[in-house]
Structure formats: structure tokens, C-alpha cells
């Protein structure tokens, strides 16, 4: 049984980032938390892998250490993901913090489950078991063509961006499948906008859940 960030103690939000490399992702995730900074709220801004010290190892392995199969790498980012959410994610919102990661379980899904045809339901089962469950409030996802990304790309690439056409054509049809499937907790657009244009969008579906957040905190207090 999934749950989501929204409703879980006491009133902290959780917000995803998704796509393809290049999409932008980073860069919103930043101008989101900005913003929210700026409405006096405590920000977690955050990354999978890599968002711990143990995830900066392992992100190092499975991203640009020597070769590795594709259940093993399934299976860093299980390990990865389950140390974070333990040691950030949760710590974060119990404390009524918004987080926002750039990438979460829906990224394996996509690459490992579709992208490496390992199965998407099998990788999800995988992401759920690690996360006990948790999922974000929103998930916002850049979708652009690959081609498109991987032209916006600087230095060398890593091993999911050497991966091939065919791979990045499924890792994208699986995320804009799992949104299509679940639009209450999906935000897509297109990633080809404006940089303002796409955070005002951003912000406008966040304002609706942190106005909600504050009104259970209300609640919770009286």
C-alpha cells in the first residue's frame, strides 16, 4: 500500500522532479525551492542518487564506476533510495519541511523497469518496498525528446546517457505512461518552455498543496 507525502505527520510536503537528462529538472527543483524559501518555509532540496554521503558513493559506482548488470543496478538505486528516504526524506517532512528531490522511484521505473526491460512492475515493487511505501504529493515531469536533451548536455556522459536512442525512447514513454495513469499526482509539461514560464506552472500546482499542508497543520494544532 502506497502513501502519499501529503497526508503523512505532522504537515510536511513532498515534491518529485522527472524526465530525461537535460530536461531541466535541477534547475526548477532550485527555482522551486527558492521560491518556497521565500515564503518562509523550510526547503530540502535533494537528489537520487547522491543525496547522502553513502548516496554520493554509490552514484558514483552505478553512474561512472566499471560495468555493472541491470539487476544490479536496479537494485544501488533501491539501496540508494532506501537510505534516503530513511535519513532525509522522512526526518524532513516529520518536521513539516517541504522536500523536493530531483528524481525518485519513478526514475527507476522508467529506466531499470522499462528502459533495461527489467519490468516496471517488478522495479516498482522493488522502489515501494525500499520506501516503505512513500510517494511525493506531486511529481512534476519535464518531458522533452531525448534527442533534445542529450544536445543540451556538457561534459562526458554517464552510463544511462551513453545507453542508446532506443533506451531513452522507452525510459520516456514509460514516465508519460505511469502519468497518464496517475494525473492527480503528475504535473507534466513540456520542457521546451521558457524557463519562468515552466516554474510559474510549477508554482501554481504547488501553491494548492501548501496551502492544504498549512491548513492540516491549523488543524493538527487547535
Not at 505527520?9 to 522532479?17: A, E, R, T
Not at 525500499?130 to 531525448?146: R, Y
Amino acid at each position: 500500500m502506497t502513501e502519499s507525502s501529503s497526508t503523512p505527520g505532522p504537515h510536511g510536503l513532498f515534491v518529485s522532479f522527472e524526465g530525461g537528462d537535460g530536461a531541466g529538472k535541477s534547475t526548477q527543483a532550485r527555482l522551486l525551492g527558492d521560491w518556497l524559501r521565500s515564503l518562509g518555509r523550510e526547503v530540502v532540496l535533494t537528489r537520487e542518487p547522491g543525496g547522502t554521503e553513502l548516496g554520493v558513493e554509490l552514484r558514483s559506482a552505478v553512474l561512472h564506476g566499471d560495468h555493472v548488470d541491470a539487476r544490479t543496478e536496479a537494485l544501488i538505486y533501491a539501496t540508494d533510495r532506501a537510505h534516503h528516504v530513511a535519513t532525509v526524506v522522512r526526518p524532513a517532512l516529520a518536521r513539516g519541511a517541504v522536500v523536493v528531490t530531483d528524481r525518485y522511484l519513478d526514475s527507476s521505473v522508467a529506466y531499470q523497469g522499462s528502459g533495461r526491460d527489467l519490468g516496471a512492475d517488478e522495479v516498482e515493487r522493488l522502489s515501494l518496498w525500499a520506501v516503505d511505501g512513500l510517494l511525493p504529493a506531486l511529481t512534476v515531469l519535464l518531458d522533452l525528446d531525448p534527442v533534445a536533451g542529450r544536445a543540451r548536455l556538457t561534459g562526458e556522459p554517464d552510463r544511462l546517457e551513453r545507453a542508446g536512442d532506443e533506451f531513452h525512447r522507452r525510459t520516456r514513454e514509460a514516465f508519460l505512461g505511469r502519468a497518464a495513469a496517475e494525473p492527480g499526482r503528475w504535473l507534466v509539461l513540456d520542457a521546451t518552455r521558457p524557463v519562468e514560464e515552466l516554474s510559474l506552472a510549477i508554482r501554481e500546482r504547488v501553491e494548492a498543496l501548501v496551502g492544504t499542508a498549512r491548513s492540516t497543520a491549523a488543524g493538527g494544532a487547535a
